[in-house]
């Protein structure tokens, strides 16, 4: 029974549980360079959306942080539109998160706190995004990242400085919350509590009228509920592959480029050896020649350390490179100029003097030209052909600009043109349930649907092989689709809602039938409507959550209710509503060694800890000041919804 109540009760959007996530993370990088004017007391005109304490929100950093929050909810929703974000409470959302973080940091500042240009690069290079190929931090790499989002320098380093100036207000606010184990008895024990009742529906398709909707109401329906129709952008592409057999001999390395990379790396190429020691580290070079004179006498490295209250450590294999990375050039120089089994000169490094007696040494042959040669080969080709696409990219811009087609440069790679039929962001064929865009154009399919019509771009399809030539020939912008083209759907939904004012109407009259006393299955009875019988309910909330599916509202209602009451609840979508009736509740007992005390101890503690940031955070914006300029909102509104 509660399997079919949930396969019934779903939602339009599944935006619900990720939203608050999503644009936490979305103004992550909204804040930009911009300088306004006027003030809250007053706002001038469209400049400014808020005025928090002394810092001053302006419209773009809004509409930048709504931009970068929507991109975020498109990696789980690709589809989703601007309209349909708003439509969702999205722009609301964004302005609470900005005006909350902003506040945070003012109250920090105001309180001497500090984020300084040292804590901020540290972040900065801490970000994956701007390493480049070597795994550590690239300018070029941080630069394109701001390049590709449209953003400054300045304007990330003072989001970052406000972000870490709010990590160090609001961590100490719920860090460490534990809830008495006393409180958590008395709210774990509600997982076992069992409550018995009745739960019934009164789907709105059995109220619907028969007749259909006038013009008139079908147009005040539709103007009420435009939102509802939104259909998600689209576009055409356009692309052509090739492989590396359109780059010639370009990529091939000659004889001269194999033996001058072998000639550079001939460290690499030559003789080396790798040695493991024993080692340990004095604070004074007088104690680590005292401890080598007692090995040469005829002790041991190990016994020499005990007696000075010190143990030894194993080091290696390493080769010399390695060890003087390690310790020092000077200790690694004294360790392998050392013989099998002899202690080394006492060296010094910046951990101490270093005492080393060497174990074992291990020769690593090197290698000729010819036995290096594939490798090389294989390294300086991949090289060439990065090179060379990048080339062919940069060339293929320049021809584009100066006023070139994409079938100029087609032709001339000899390489057919594949056009797809309009396709949304989620990769399926517009208007279709399944059919799927090609999957080649899978990978780019996120670019494409950032690019501007006509701006062909280059891209590896399949890496070091297949290479993808592509751009958008047509945007069709998301928007509310035309009554005439979604008629029929319309007239359904408005007969649904029609449905659901009479559902309503018969909800109400079996409630005040159970009201006089009369059982649930008799008042749903009494209806002229022939209603599905109420189901009987007698679970706990542990066997409800060990399910693992989304708790509907109608049980999640059923298990805050009073004993003895029934209420009514309206389902989404116009699909009816339910009669919730809770007849008994039996008291749960809990255990302090059964695993569900614990995992509520630390569910509820942590729901306590967001407790105290949210009580804390209004507090904050209290202590700081916040005002909000509604007609700049409502302005910016209407521009994302494209509306001036």
């Known amino acids: 029974m509660i399997t079919a109540f949930q396969r019934f009760f779903k939602s339009k959007i599944g935006l619900g549980l990720t939203m608050a996530f999503l644009l936490l993370i979305g103004v992550a990088f909204a804040s930009m360079d911009v300088s306004s004017t006027g003030s809250l007391g007053g706002l001038s005109g469209e400049s400014n959306v808020a005025v928090v304490g002394d810092e001053k929100v302006s419209a773009l950093d809004l509409s930048q942080a709504a931009t970068n929050a929507l991109d975020q909810v498109r990696q789980n929703n690709p589809t989703i539109s601007m309209p349909a974000f708003i439509a969702e409470g999205g722009l609301e959302n964004v302005l609470d998160t900005v005006l909350d973080r902003t506040a945070i940091a003012e109250f920090g500042r105001k309180y001497g706190l500090r984020a300084g240009d040292n804590l901020v690069n540290s972040e900065i290079r801490r970000i994956p995004a701007f390493r480049g190929p070597d795994g550590n931090f690239s300018e070029d790499a941080y630069r394109g990242a701001l390049q590709q989002q449209g953003l400054s320098d300045v304007g990330v380093r003072d989001d970052l400085a406000q972000g870490l100036l709010a990590q160090q207000v609001m961590v100490p606010v719920a860090f460490g919350t534990q809830l008495p184990d006393k409180l958590t008895s008395r709210y774990a024990a509600l997982f076992k509590e069992r409550r018995t009742g009745t739960l019934g529906l009164l789907p709105s398709a059995l ?40 780059l ?41 020649n005292a401890i080598r004179n007692r090995v040469n006498a005829g002790g041991t490295l190990a016994a020499a350390a005990r007696e000075a209250g010190l143990d030894t450590a194993q080091i290696g294999p390493v080769s010399r490179g390695d060890f003087a990375r390690q310790t020092s050039p000077a200790v690694a120089q004294a360790s392998f100029e ?27 042959g090197g290698r000729s030209f010819e036995q290096a040669r594939r490798e090389i080969l294989e390294s300086l080709r991949t090289e060439k052909r990065r ?11 320049e021809r584009l600009a100066d006023g070139e087609s994409l079938g100029d440069v087609t032709d001339e790679l000899d390489v057919e043109i594949t056009t797809t039929q309009p396709v949304t962001a989620a990769g399926l064929v517009y208007g279709t349930r399944d059919q799927q865009v090609a999957e080649i154009l899978r990978p780019v399919l996120a670019t494409a649907f950032q690019m501007e019509e006509g701006e062909p771009q280059l891209a590896e399809a399949v890496p070091g092989e297949t290479f993808l030539l592509f751009e958008t020939s047509t ?83 059923f298990f805050s209710m009073a004993e003895g009451s029934t209420k009514r609840l309206e389902a989404e979508n116009d699909a009816g509503w339910f009669i919730v009736g809770l007849d008994d509740i ?44 509604d007609e700049a909102v409502a302005a910016l509104r209407r521009q994302l919804l494209g509306n001036n």
């Not at 619907?208 to 329906?221: C, G, H, R, S």
């Not at 001999?249 to 690499?268: C, G, I, K, M, Q």
């Not at 005040?512 to 009369?518: F, K, L, V």
């Open 338 to 364: 050392t013989a099998n089994g002899a202690i080394a000169e006492p060296a010094r490094s910046g951990l101490g003097w270093h005492v080393v007696q060497v174990n074992n040494i291990t020769s690593v």
């Open 248 to 288: 010639g001999d370009r990529a091939e390395p000659t004889e001269e480029e194999l033996r001058a990379r072998y000639t550079e790396n001939s460290s690499v190429y030559a003789a080396s050896e790798d040695r493991t020691f024993t080692q340990v580290i004095v604070p004074t070079q007088q104690a680590a």
């Open 387 to 397: 090179r060379v696409i990048n080339e062919m990219a940069a060339s293929f811009e």
């Open 475 to 557: 945007i069709t912008p998301s928007a509310t689709a035309p009554l005439a083209e979604i008629e029929n759907e319309v007239k359904a939904a408005w007969k649904m809602s029609r449905g659901s004012i009479a559902a309503k109407a018969a909800a109400d009259r079996i409630l005040e039938r159970i009201g006089g006393g009369t059982t649930p299955a008799a008042a749903f009875a009494a209806e002229e409507v022939r209603l599905p019988r109420p189901d009987p309910i007698n679970i706990t909330r542990e066997e409800l959550l060990q399910s693992g599916q989304r708790v509907i509202p109608p049980l999640a209602l």
């Open 207 to 246: 109220f619907a009228p028969e007749e259909d909707a006038t013009d008139a109401q079908m147009k005040e329906y539709y103007d009420a509920n435009r939102s509802d129709y939104i259909r998600p952008e689209r576009r055409v592409l356009r692309y052509a592959t090739f492989g590396l057999d359109a």
């Open 586 to 629: 039996e008291a749960g007992l809990i255990a302090s060694d059964d695993p569900l005390f614990a995992q509520a101890k630390a569910q509820f503690s942590q729901t306590l800890g967001s407790e105290y940031t949210a009580q804390f955070i209004a507090a904050v914006r209290t202590d700081i000041g916040v005002e909000t300029n």
